[in-house]
């Protein structure tokens, strides 16, 4: 009979390199991103494009100020999401989790959220310089092309991870 645990242990897994990698590329289209803004600011109009519809349109304008909230939201769900990362014990597991395989369900619980969390901060990056170039002129529409590869990327992971956590035994 297996044994299961009544209990979460708290273990330390060191981030593995994959791990490292996405986080630095997450993090370096952000912060690119934001400095495209900065560099930008001065030409961005006092009204910018606040929403748009499925053809990438504008359909709703709004103070530049506004633009500030999707880096706020970016850096805030990033903070949430490391901070998760960093307590794979608290995640939900199945009730399969054992003493034996403990270790696996936090570390593919731990990656997957790394992918999520970075995917997001891409995603965020990618709307950011979009709307500023909508803004400032360089374009006249959103371009919505990267936008369904990007969630199809990330709820294929999603999926990809559910599959192979049902796979640990």
């Given at each position: 009979?297996?044994?299961y645990l009544p209990?979460?242990?708290?273990?330390?897994?060191?981030?593995?390199?994959?791990?490292?990698?996405?986080d630095i590329i997450g993090i370096t289209l952000f912060l690119g991103a934001i400095?495209?803004?900065g560099v930008n600011w001065g030409n961005i109009p006092e009204s910018i494009p606040a929403h748009f519809n499925i053809e990438g349109e504008i359909d709703r304008w709004g103070s530049k100020y506004e633009f500030i909230f999707l880096?706020?939201?970016?850096?805030?769900?990033?903070?949430?999401?490391?901070?998760?990362?960093?307590?794979?014990?608290m995640h939900?597991?199945?009730?399969?989790i054992n003493e034996e395989n403990v270790e696996q369900f936090y570390l593919h619980s731990r990656k997957l959220l790394n992918i999520v969390k970075n995917f997001c901060l891409i995603l965020f990056a990618y709307l950011i310089v979009q709307i500023g170039r909508v803004a400032i002129g360089g374009i006249e529409r959103f371009?919505?092309?990267l936008v369904p590869i990007i969630l199809i990327i990330l709820f294929g992971t999603i999926g990809i991870?559910?599959?192979?956590?049902?796979?640990?035994k």
């Open positions: 009979m297996k044994k209990y979460r242990p708290v273990l330390y897994l060191p981030k593995t390199k994959s791990e490292r990698i996405m400095l495209f803004v880096p706020i939201i970016a850096v805030f769900l990033f903070v949430i999401m490391s901070l998760l990362e960093k307590a794979p014990h939900n597991y199945p009730d399969r371009s919505i092309g991870g559910i599959y192979r956590q049902s796979k640990i």
